[in-house]
């Protein structure tokens, strides 16, 4: 599986636009992109999956540029309850088992 | 729909000791998976079901052994704990073709 580099942590304000970048320099032609996001004491919950160009959904947009070697989820007028670590994963339909191989993630804090 | 359920919540053990980690869903998922998931890291893949009736091993398998024992259900067995094994517990399932996963609450174990 690709592996993937997020920035370790980003903070925020109510209100604001936030796009964390994901990069997977060496991801293969048959792999989707995913993110994942997780709260305190909860399991991950999937957020949005996309394998080129633009993917919007009522939570997120998620933008592939062409060589698709990054991709950067958006979270738009962000509140308190965004706070959370967001995961990108990257993997193919052909992946066998479709497990998950989670990095470290993006623990987003948005402040008041 | 209760979607994917754990028990127990919390458990502490005595080092040797042994314990069963219980996992359902009620979606009539295929997949089932086991991960680990400790203090501020991703998740690990420890085991996970295809379908009913098969397992196989994921990236950290020692020390743990699985049962899928109908399709709703997929145990979770540490025959003698460790300190190592300290950690939160989350069991996911996925519908056959796709790609999300839905995850459990999680177990909170501690091994002392």
């Known amino acids: 599986l690709a592996k993937t580099t997020q920035p370790i942590s980003m903070d925020s304000y109510e209100g604001q636009e936030v796009n964390i970048t994901c990069s997977h320099n060496?991801?293969?032609?048959?792999?989707?992109i995913t993110w994942y996001q997780q709260f305190p004491s909860q399991g991950p919950r999937f957020i949005i999956q996309g394998y080129k160009t633009k993917v919007t959904n009522e939570v997120a947009s998620l933008f592939i540029p062409a060589d698709r070697k990054s991709s950067t989820l958006s979270l738009p007028r962000v509140s308190l309850s965004d706070t959370a670590v967001y995961y990108c994963?990257?993997?193919?339909?052909?992946?066998?088992?479709?497990?998950?191989?989670f990095g470290s993630g993006t623990r987003l804090q948005v402040q008041p | 729909n209760a979607g994917v359920t754990q028990t127990p919540k919390f458990q502490v053990l005595k080092t040797g000791q042994s314990m069963t980690l219980q996992c359902a869903q009620d979606m009539n998922h295929n997949s089932m998976y086991w991960y680990r998931q400790d203090p501020g890291m991703g998740l690990r893949l420890i085991y996970y079901?295809?379908?009913?009736?098969?397992?196989d091993k994921g990236e950290v398998p020692n020390g743990y052994n699985v049962s899928r024992l109908n399709k709703r259900e997929f145990s979770l067995r540490l025959e003698s704990a460790a300190p190592s094994q300290t950690s939160v517990y989350f069991c996911?399932?996925?519908?056959?073709?796709?790609?999300?996963?839905?995850f459990g609450p999680g177990t909170r174990l501690t091994v002392t």
């Open positions: 994963l990257v993997g193919g339909p052909d992946t066998g088992r479709r497990a998950l191989t």
């Open positions: 060496n991801i293969a032609t048959n792999d989707y």
């Open positions: 996911a399932s996925r519908d056959q073709g796709a790609w999300e996963q839905y």
């Open positions: 079901s295809a379908s009913e009736g098969t397992t």
